[in-house]
């Protein structure tokens, strides 16, 4: 086996692991997050050597890939907002459906994109502050901050009157 060839298992392990986070973590930017894991792993099995750290590395090409559909679809929406403007609306939406899921993911979206992706990689992705510091290519000391300063973010958000005391 070649130093860059993957078994079938290995990358089993991979996608059950992190696959999930993976996903939410190009959903914050991607309307199709699916595609930029998969986009992610065939690039991941299509390099001539393996990278020294697969998960993080895995993320840095998801969120790269996320980014880039995200600006093909703002792209696209505009051009079709701009088409739709010319047209009468055919429903009303329904603005009573409002939940604390929702409520939550309006906040994580406030906000900047680092932060959320700092947030999403830890509590979701599970990934180490080592790890993200690697991802954001950032120090271990900053995305530990950059953590807090997110979550205390949120807080405040989602709850004017709390406080940030964890440590």
Not at 30 to 55: F, G, M, W, Y
Not at 146 to 158: G, K, S, V
Request: net charge positive; glycine share 2%.
């Amino acid at each position: 086996m070649m130093n860059g060839e993957w078994t079938a298992d290995e990358l089993s392990r991979i996608l059950d692991a992190h696959g999930a986070a993976l996903r939410l973590f190009a959903a914050q930017w991607s309307p199709s997050p699916e595609d930029c894991v998969q986009d992610a792993l065939v690039k991941l099995i299509s390099l001539r050597e393996r990278p020294s750290r697969a998960v993080p590395w895995l993320y840095r090409v998801v969120r790269n890939r996320a980014v880039s559909q995200q600006r093909s679809w703002f792209r696209r929406k505009r051009r079709e907002r701009n088409a739709a403007s010319r047209t009468a609306a055919w429903f009303e939406p329904d603005l009573s459906a409002d939940n604390d899921g929702r409520t939550a993911a309006e906040a994580l979206a406030k906000l900047d994109d680092a932060e959320r992706a700092i947030v999403v990689a830890r509590i979701w992705g599970g990934l180490s502050f080592d790890e993200i510091a690697e991802v954001e290519r950032i120090s271990r000391s900053a995305a530990h901050r950059r953590y807090h300063e997110a979550l205390d973010a949120l807080r405040r958000m989602l709850d004017p009157a709390s406080s940030f005391t964890d440590t």
